[in-house]
């Protein structure tokens, strides 16, 4: 089919397909260019003739042939080998009952007639069977990336479940973790402010006594102190010198036990033992409940700066690295 359509499309003077087909009286076609050089190499003989039939023309006229010119067109523009492997189609063209042929690049398919063959010029265009068999592997391609994605996105949902529901199991099983272990550090404080606040009162009330024991004994020191002053005032307000001097005897044996030296001695309030870093002193003291005769850990320094609070819970609950 191809070679016959070929044969039909080949100019008998180059050889070669068509160029601007003219068509002379005696119905046979040639590229315009041939027959008039033909005939210029004529002007000679005088007489022009056909190079098929040999037949003469005195004034010939070239007459364009635009239906054969379109037909060279449409096979130069389609591939050979299109039209080679194109069989009929099972819906043919409505217009034409030819065979089908398929553009890839634009993805339709194309009448060797209707078409437009320069919208295709420079695409792919096969015959159907191989547009056939060139799509299904693209697609049967396509179809695995799918199911190849399709199967991670599968196995990333599971992960991601799976992980949900662990999270929210160790969520849940944390949340009782953490309500134990603050409810334990609650009990432990509450049972370390009773304790404080039991030696504040007993530090309050021991060093009540020693001042009111101290308060009662100066009082009475004061009282025998006032009364060596009065009676030294009294003797000191006698003008006459017999009778001041006749007292003076006496005046020894009066004032024995009325004069006292202060020499006042106190203890300070233990002021500190509630007052300065305190949550130092509370968090050490809960450790030393918690783990008895071991040293605070490093998240309570030495130097008395506070550690934040995540740090101290940590070690407190036995989660952090002691």
């Given at each position: 089919m191809a070679c016959?359509?070929k044969d039909?499309?080949l100019c008998?003077?180059?050889?070669?397909?068509?160029?601007?087909?003219?068509?002379?009286?005696c119905e046979?076609?040639?590229?315009?260019?041939?027959?008039?050089e033909?005939w210029?190499?004529?002007?000679a003989q005088g007489a022009r003739?056909?190079?098929?039939?040999r037949r003469t023309?005195?004034e010939?006229?070239?007459?364009?042939?635009?239906?054969?010119?379109?037909?060279?067109?449409?096979y130069s523009a389609f591939?050979?080998?299109?039209?080679?492997?194109?069989?009929?189609?099972?819906?043919?063209?409505?217009a034409?009952?030819k065979?089908k042929?398929?553009?890839?690049t634009d993805?339709?398919?194309?009448c060797?007639f209707?078409?437009?063959?320069?919208?295709?010029?420079q695409?792919?265009?096969?015959?159907i069977d191989?547009a056939?068999e060139?799509?299904?592997r693209e697609?049967?391609?396509?179809?695995?990336a799918?199911q190849d994605s399709e199967?991670?996105?599968?196995e990333?949902?599971?992960?991601?479940k799976r992980?949900l529901?662990e999270?929210?199991?160790?969520t849940?099983s944390?949340?009782t973790t953490?309500g134990?272990?603050?409810?334990r550090?609650h009990r432990l404080l509450?049972?370390r402010q009773?304790a404080?606040l039991?030696?504040?009162?007993?530090?309050?009330?021991r060093?009540?006594?020693d001042?009111e024991?101290?308060?009662?004994?100066?009082?009475?020191?004061?009282r025998k102190?006032?009364?060596g002053?009065?009676?030294?005032?009294?003797r000191l307000?006698?003008?006459?010198r017999?009778t001041f001097l006749a007292?003076?005897?006496?005046?020894?044996?009066?004032?024995?036990g009325?004069?006292?030296?202060?020499n006042?001695t106190?203890?300070?309030?233990?002021?500190s033992k509630?007052?300065g870093?305190?949550?130092?002193t509370i968090?050490?003291s809960?450790?030393?409940?918690?783990h008895?005769?071991?040293?605070?850990?490093?998240?309570?320094?030495?130097?008395?700066?506070l550690?934040?609070?995540?740090?101290?819970?940590l070690?407190?609950t036995?989660?952090g690295k002691?």
């Amino acid at each position: 089919m191809a070679c016959s359509l070929k044969d039909e499309l080949l100019c008998s003077i180059c050889l070669s397909i068509y160029q601007d087909p003219v068509s002379l009286g005696c119905e046979h076609y040639f590229c315009r260019r041939c027959i008039t050089e033909h005939w210029v190499r004529q002007e000679a003989q005088g007489a022009r003739d056909c190079p098929e039939c040999r037949r003469t023309f005195a004034e010939p006229a070239l007459a364009p042939s635009l239906k054969l010119a379109n037909i060279v067109e449409r096979y130069s523009a389609f591939p050979l080998d299109a039209i080679l492997n194109a069989r009929r189609a099972a819906r043919p063209c409505q217009a034409h009952d030819k065979v089908k042929l398929f553009c890839l690049t634009d993805r339709a398919l194309l009448c060797f007639f209707c078409d437009e063959p320069a919208l295709h010029e420079q695409h792919q265009v096969t015959g159907i069977d191989d547009a056939f068999e060139e799509l299904q592997r693209e697609l049967k391609e396509q179809l695995q990336a799918l199911q190849d994605s399709e199967r991670e996105h599968t196995e990333a949902l599971q992960l991601l479940k799976r992980q949900l529901a662990e999270t929210k199991s160790s969520t849940k099983s944390l949340r009782t973790t953490i309500g134990e272990a603050f409810e334990r550090l609650h009990r432990l404080l509450r049972e370390r402010q009773k304790a404080m606040l039991e030696e504040l009162e007993a530090d309050t009330a021991r060093t009540l006594t020693d001042i009111e024991q101290k308060v009662q004994r100066y009082s009475q020191q004061l009282r025998k102190v006032q009364e060596g002053a009065q009676i030294l005032q009294e003797r000191l307000a006698e003008t006459d010198r017999h009778t001041f001097l006749a007292g003076v005897a006496s005046l020894s044996e009066r004032l024995k036990g009325k004069i006292h030296e202060t020499n006042l001695t106190y203890e300070d309030f233990p002021t500190s033992k509630y007052t300065g870093p305190l949550q130092y002193t509370i968090w050490k003291s809960l450790f030393q409940d918690i783990h008895p005769g071991c040293s605070p850990p490093s998240c309570v320094p030495q130097d008395k700066s506070l550690p934040s609070l995540s740090q101290f819970l940590l070690c407190k609950t036995g989660m952090g690295k002691m």
